[in-house]
DNA sequence: ACGATTAGGGTAAACGTTTACTCACCCGCG
DNA sequence: CGCGGGTGAGTAAACGTTTACCCTAATCGT
């Protein structure tokens, strides 16, 4: 299996190599007979352009990095799928990295982008400036972070300043006047702002969320959740309602509640953060802020083609709205499951 | 920032350019004092080579290609966390790509690894011939494809008979007399070894599987297995055991039943497939056949690695060893939560 | 003492593209 | 009829490495 390359299509085309580059790139002047020779050639032979030949003589590779700190949530699992839909669309691969929300993996990945050559990364959660660790000023999207503007540094995140709000009103108006909240802050900075307009708008409602009324477990997935619920309940809380800053949080925590008799939403309402998969068929379904993680890839692919195509020099900051889905998880006079 | 090449590396570092690849590479001679001036050079430099110029010169990239169905599996992300780990620490890059079980997709994703010249691909749930998509003998490792092993091809895969069989008898054990099952081939041909193995098992053991009793749903996420038991109760079914061939089938199964006040495991047992994070903590905590995706990437990049470095000419097949994980859903005499 | 070997390192070709320069030709216009 | 401009296409340089080949000096064996 010998590689063909241009010169073998330019030989079986009967023209130059130049002018096949020329076909295949859509650039600089060619008759129509001329194409559909060379196009005959490359599909005879099976021609397919090296890449790297390519990157090199460009300077850049059309490989974009993305580089997000946990590949196995799901949100960040679907934001991946729809980055990757749109880009290679658009004819570039990507790259994906996964940090465990670690600063040195995150800085090894941003060498290795470096070292391909990328024309651009989509960072999620970075938790350091990415174009002054790659030495490069490709141009780059934040996700989640609240980074500065420049030209070709772009950011696209959740309104969690909407969100923490939601949840806070859909807590007051399932009836919950002693508040609990589960924080993801350790491992997410930027739900900090979730946190912060959540307890704002409890003192705007008039309810009060004590300090020893938050709770930080020490991982944001179920565990984190049964974790906490266990802690709660042995420690003697008082709550009636409960806001975990993640939906795999809230799942683990209702999950525990049940185990322990506490009954959801009779005792007890929850509402969660992201609208996972599972929020719609868990026991009981979960009431949640959604964000859209398909939105946000697409918003962050189409910025980032924009900036590496030239087109957009400032940079530009994208809020992505929220939405309250309301599930039975605090629908107090609504329809409880059995039991 | 402009690029810094080997040139200027030699030229602060008072030697050659090949002398400073011989030191980066370790190969070829160089003295000890020699190397300390080319490093310090690199040091203060900042020098990173150009990965797309190596792998032009070497005919190919130190990269690798993992091609999955759906990222937002946590089969496959765990999958691909330690497959990247692994070969990242071997100083291989990955280039990720999600097919969405389209043979079209994947195609594209073949053409364009091959493009890029990797040196390797890791392709699970494959539909198609990797080498022969990719007109290229590049080194390939399957996963859960029955394929057959040839020179630079590899298989590892879950033993899915022992896995069909522990199901079955666990499910026997629990006291089901009326098994249903619920399927997964439709999306992952594979898993028709685990039912064979599961519905052979049943008849050794005396246990009768209707064929009315075997589902299968249009999805195999939570919703699939919403449905599935949506459609048991519809039609009437007779069952007192299920086993669903994913876990995430399983536990919109369970979640289905607990809404219509079927009781797990009291009324019907449940078994899974996979041990997902939440196996453990959903209600009740999930009985399940345990697959290791930690361990199965380990074996795929540690194989893949041998392949590249050519220490393993004939491909070889690897079978991993599955484990019943027993919980709640199958514990008839066991503690049953509240309700 | 002298040829053979080895250690250390330099020179330049090659990898497969893209693209800046060319150049030949044709057409239309004065 | 001469000439300017446009059209189509070829030539060759350049991108940043790696490595085959070569050269010099030193070491070793007899």
Redesign the interface.
Known sequence: ?A?VTVKDVAREAGVSVATVSRVINQNGRFSADTERRVRQAIERL?Y??????R??RQ?R?DLVGVVVPN??N?FF??L??TV??RL?DAGL??????TNHSLDMER?CY??L????VCGVISANALEDVRAAM???VPVVYIDRPAELAPHVSVVMSDNVAGGRLAARELVRSGCTRPLLVSATAHFPITEVRTKSFADTLAELGVFLPDDHVLTPPAT???G??AAAEEALARGLDFDGVFCETDRLA??FM??L??K?VRVPADVTVVGFDDV??A????PPLTTVRQSPERIGELAAYTLLQMVRGELAEGRRELVPVELVRRESTMRGGVV???
Chains 1, 2 share one sequence.
């Open positions: 299996m590689r099976g397919q352009p090296n890449q790297l030949a990157g090199l300077q590779a590949i196995s799901e699992s679907r991946i799928m990757q839909q290679f691969s990507i790259m994906i990295f996964n090894q060498a290795s470096a070292a391909q050559r030495r490069h000023d997935d179920f565990a959740g049964h799942i683990g999950n525990e049940g185990e008799g998969l599972l719609r068929f868990g026991r499951a059995d039991s």
